[in-house]
């Protein structure tokens, strides 16, 4: 990894050549839901207390991160609206000098509560976790989730004039067929579907490929490719008359050559790759005499750590990393 100053200013560039600007931070591992393809069945040890970071310590780790060149931050979990906190959170990342972009990815059931105070803080994005548009569905999906909550909470954000998209995991003998379903959902509403391909290495058959969503959506309806945005290089995205339509296909289409991200768990594990167990211990350092630049140097170690493609031999914690 090396630090590069461009007319942009800093930008941390690891060992193939990729830039990264983007830090996702997992500030909890609880969930209100527990979504049968994200926590194991057999439930899930929460870190103890006094291993998550705290507010200051998470703050700390996003405003270096930003002098660095990180200029996109995204608050995830478990689910960030039920930590204390994640408002307060929110504004002050969103006030760091280099930081363009905030953003949640959330499952939903709070927003209808937090929508506007997320607004005033400076939240200018979010996805939304959403697998059904039929309560029964969402209810085995997410083991016990009340699909009203979120659609409230969906219309709630559209009001307060938010950039939505919604994050579907389709899962064939489920919610597979509710692909036309989710685009009439998304023009009627004026929100972004991004159809996520199933992490899984446990069953034979986990994932609905992209290839597979995309003919399906063909025998419907005129689809034109887009050019990738800049901030989502792991997204390719389409135009399905007139909605806008995402594929993060890692088991079909692995997108490792543009990815630009970093994730923070709530323990304070830096890892440069979603797929991979390597991670440098920021918390380590952050309960131990340092300055900044000690921790600028961890961040650099862990970038230094990332590999050109993930391994993607094992799925990670997904309700603890975040996504
Ligand atoms: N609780 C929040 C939510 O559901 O949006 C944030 C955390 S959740 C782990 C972030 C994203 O990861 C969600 O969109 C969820 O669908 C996705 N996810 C979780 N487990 C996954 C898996 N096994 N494969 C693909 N996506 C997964
Ligand atoms: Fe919770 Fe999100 Fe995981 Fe569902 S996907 S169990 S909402 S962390």
Sequence with gaps: MFLDHTSRGPALIDRHGRRIDYLRISITDLCNLRCFYCMPRQGVTKLPQADILTYEEFLKVARIAAGLGVRKMRITG????????????????????????????????????????????????????????????????????????????????????????????????????????????????????????????????????????????????????LPTASGSPHVRAFDCDGVRVGFISPRSHPFCDGCNKLRLTPNGKLKACLSSELNVDLRYILRRPHCDADIARAMSKAIALKPATGPWTACAEMWRVGG
Excluded at 120 to 132: K, Q
């Design 78 to 225: 478990g689910e960030p609206l039920i930590k204390r906190g994640a408002v307060k959170l929110v504004r002050e990342i969103a006030a760091f000098p280099g930081v363009q972009t905030v953003a949640m990815t959330t499952n939903g059931t709070r927003l209808e509560k937090y929508a506007e105070v997320l607004k005033a803080a400076g939240l200018s994005r979010i996805n939304v976790s959403l697998d059904s548009l039929r309560p029964d569905v969402y209810k085995r999906i997410t083991r016990g989730g009340d699909l009203s909550a979120v659609l409230r909470g969906i219309d709630r954000a559209i009001e307060y004039n938010f950039r939505i998209k919604l994050n579907t995991v389709l899962i064939n003998g489920m919610n597979a067929d509710e692909v036309y379903r989710f685009i009439d959902f998304a023009r009627d509403k004026g929100v972004e579907v991004r159809f996520i391909e199933r992490m899984s290495f446990e069953d034979p058959d986990p994932y609905v490929p992209q290839d597979h969503v995309v003919a399906t959506l063909a025998d419907r309806y005129s689809l034109t490719p």
